[in-house]
């Protein structure tokens, strides 16, 4: 029985299941409980405590409730483009900037419209920028994902409260930063 719940958030694009499966190999103390979170409400998780720590995409915005958090840079997310298999972007292995000066870009509404855009260029209409990681989990038969050449990379880190950090919150950075049951800090 496990006396503890760790509670991890993730937003989407991240992939926790190997962090999960080293957890549990460790026969650790606490139980972890996996928790998708919105990209839009990954500081708003922890800062209510719906989850303990979370897989957040940075930046986080500026002030006073980002300051209060640990964080772990982890690391980096190739930026993409999407385009319906139709268009002639589809084509290509990576995209520039110059490829795309023809092109109609449909923006971010919101933080959670990834799949919304998606599906709008998979239509026909035509392109929208994401982590290649987003686009992948948003991957339809009728849209293909290019990395951007020579785009902005967004970053993954792990974070969590300053004021509720104990030894599990410790243990669990450990395995996400690879160190096994036998390792050392």
């Not at 409400?41 to 980002?66: I, K, N």
């Not at 669990?172 to 690879?178: I, S, T």
Request: charged letters at 30%; glycine letters at 6%; proline letters at 8%.
């Amino acid at each position: 029985m496990h006396s503890t719940t760790l509670r991890v958030g993730f937003v989407p694009g991240v992939e926790p299941d190997r962090f999960m499966r080293r957890w549990k190999s460790g026969r650790r103390e606490a139980w972890l409980e996996l928790v998708p979170v919105p990209l839009s409400r990954q500081h708003a998780a922890l800062a209510e405590g719906e989850v303990d720590m979370c897989f957040v995409r940075l930046p986080l915005p500026d002030g006073p409730a980002t300051e209060a958090l640990h964080m772990v840079p982890l690391w980096e997310e190739r930026a993409a483009i999407v385009v319906g298999d139709e268009n002639v972007l589809s084509l290509l292995d990576e995209i520039g900037e110059d490829d795309l000066a023809e092109e109609t870009e449909i923006p971010a509404a919101h933080e959670d419209d990834a799949a919304d855009r998606v599906a709008v260029v998979a239509a026909g209409v035509g392109y929208t920028r994401m982590p290649l990681s987003v686009a992948r989990l948003h991957h339809r038969k009728d849209a293909v994902s290019r990395p951007l050449r020579d785009g902005t990379p967004t970053r993954i880190a792990l974070a969590w409260p300053r004021a509720a950090d104990d030894p599990v919150r410790q243990e669990f950075v450990g395995v996400v930063r690879g160190r096994t049951a036998r390792s050392s800090r």
